[in-house]
């Protein structure tokens, strides 16, 4: 069995276009994994390998694959850059012991790149940082580097020197090591700085050995006090090598066992056109064979009937997967991801990308094929849960959560080239939220036709922004039984799936404080179905306010083309701090409505010929006035047609 401490499992993060892709195929092709370099733009790279990346040119999935380097077995997950495809990075933070940041030397730190780095400190994974491009015009190490130490509190240690920068000519060679180590004092103090003992001795004007400044160098790494940056050319290999050798000497290592109890973590599904549902799973600890039966989190129990283990497209079956493994197992139809297979690892700390804030809705081509594009959305809902598919049947209508446009495009091609469906998609829009105006009651006496009987009253009152539903009783069993009052509470989110104005009502108190049962007419039903109209009654009388997100944003631009900018934000509603000038730059920070701001990034880059940077991250949801967001028609029967409802509810009608 491979030891875990010879095994490093490290994702590759990027912004998009920073040439991430191309920096896995170098590394595999160094590691003599593979014989010919791919290439992302002709589609033969080993990571990208659906047929809609090889067409569109960028990752979309994240995809594992592993190799060897000085005996180190390294499985790499190479993820997707672009911002709507984040959630795949999500998902692989959640198995990763180590990471390699690539930053583009030329474009430098981009809004994914500081989502990424926040990510990462956050979690306290440790990285390295790759910078790449240095063979481009542009290329400036010196200035990433400060920028990374000012606006991101990053100590970089770049133990290598680089000639000929901007050049295709360009070289770098290490300048730390055994020999000459003690003539870089800087570095010297870099690490020493970190450590009590050996600033000591620095101080004192003791000789500090190599060996001790190592394995300072490697407990500040994996603390993240220092990170290490490696210049090189991911396209070229300049600086691969390097990197390899920085994975495998300061990356750290699983921490489980193969001895141990088996505890793993769902953190991917795929879909085999052959032997269906593929888990794809990250073993912390212990084994996990062929023909074991595992139990999933609803209680069932199933056998392991397949393992496969990926270099990309390829598979190879395993008999086992082991600790600090990742690995695809056929026949848990019951487990989805984030579930654990065995024990739960311990808990991580987690960190969320900004959810989807649009919704769009989904049309076949063909008439006829919408049960089956249902199928095929469901199936990719499941792959990706953030898409949240829901399917009216009433109205016919599916729909789904997206991104980004650039979201709906790669879903089309992958309907076309998995399932052979054409779908076109419709105009996105922004998710918007409502809740209750002002406090007060919502009441429903649901009490004929018999045999039935259930009487709610609710208080419903404005919660703080942000506080999600809040629900408790004050009803005394006496009055409702508990077994009915739970029906109640868990119909509670349901009932505010739809508010007034078509929206999910949110930030809201509901105090269930009067209502009864009887002894012989009541039935659980009977609770289910009075809770949604007793609520929707006491929003229709007190009324909504509509809520929409906005976003905390980040510009960085030329100085000159601040009143241009200022301008456009005022116009999108936005709200910004003072600006903040230097070196002929100019730097705003605020709030902005998503609704006003979608493409701002392409007009503040025609603004400013490029040169102009936002950034933004979801903040919150904020009261606005009915004019300026949208309302829907409620989709199904609403609550407030009563009669109509209470038919429907009973099974006498369908929509």
Known sequence: MQETSRTRIIGILAHVDAGKTSLSENMLFRANAIKNLGSVDNGTSVTDWLDIEKERGISVRAADTSFFWQNYKITLI?????????????????????????????????????????????????????????????????????????????????????????????????????????????????????????????LNDKLISFDDLSRSLKHASLNQTLVQVIPGS??????????????????????????????????????????????????????????????????KTEKVNQIRKYRGQVFDQADCLQAGEIGYVAGLSSF?????????????????????????????????????????LQILSIEDPLLSFECLREEQELHIKIRGIIQTQILSGILKSRFNIEAEFGKPTVIYKETIAKRGFGYEAYTMPKPCWAVVKFLIGPGERGSGVVYESKVSVNKIKQRYQNEVERTISKALKQGIKGWEVTDVKITLVDGEDHEVHSNPGDFILATPIGIMKGLEENGTTLLEPVLSFKISAPDDSLGKIAADLHKM???????????????????????????????????????????????????????????????????????????????????
């Open 78 to 202: 190479d993820t997707p850059g672009h911002v709507d495809f984040s959630s795949e990075v999500e998902r692989s933070l959640s198995i990763l012991d180590g990471a390699v940041l690539l930053i583009s030397a030329v474009e430098g730190i981009q809004p994914q790149t500081e989502v990424l780095i926040e990510a990462l400190q956050k979690l306290k994974i440790p990285f390295l940082i790759f910078l790449n491009k240095t063979d481009r015009a542009g290329a400036d190490i010196e200035l990433v580097i400060q920028e990374l130490e000012k606006d991101f509190s990053i100590k970089c240690f770049n133990a290598f020197e680089i000639k000929n920068e901007e050049y295709a000519n360009v070289t770098i060679s290490k300048f730390w090591d055994e020999s000459n180590y003690s003539r870089h004092l800087e570095l010297i103090e870099r690490i020493a700085e970190n450590d009590e003992n050996l600033l000591e001795k620095y």
């Open 234 to 299: 991911a396209k070229t290999g300049i600086g691969i090598n390097e990197l390899l050798n920085t994975i495998v000497d300061f990356l750290p290592a699983p921490t489980g066992s193969s001895k141990g109890n088996l505890t793993s973590i769902v953190y991917k599904i795929m879909h085999d056109k052959n032997i269906g549902r593929l888990v794809g799973v990250r073993l912390f600890d212990g084994l996990l064979k062929v023909r074991d039966t595992v139990s999933s989190g609803n209680g």
């Open 336 to 376: 989805n991801i984030g579930d654990a297979v065995g024990l739960h690892p311990a808990k991580k700390q987690k960190f969320s990308f900004d959810l989807p804030l649009l919704t769009v809705q989904v049309f076949p081509l063909n008439k006829p094929d919408y049960s089956i594009l249902a199928k095929a």
């Open 573 to 655: 509603r936005a709200t910004f701090e003072n600006p903040d000038f230097e070196n002929s730059k100019v730097k705003l920070t605020g709030l902005v409505p998503l609704s006003t701001s979608l493409d701002y990034a392409i007009r503040l880059g025609s603004v400013t010929g490029g040169k102009g940077k936002f950034s933004t991250r979801f903040s919150g949801y904020q009261a606005i006035a009915n004019d300026l967001g949208a309302t829907r028609k409620f989709k199904g029967i609403s609550p407030l047609d009563r009669s109509k409802y209470i038919l429907k509810m009973r099974g006498a009608i369908t929509e």
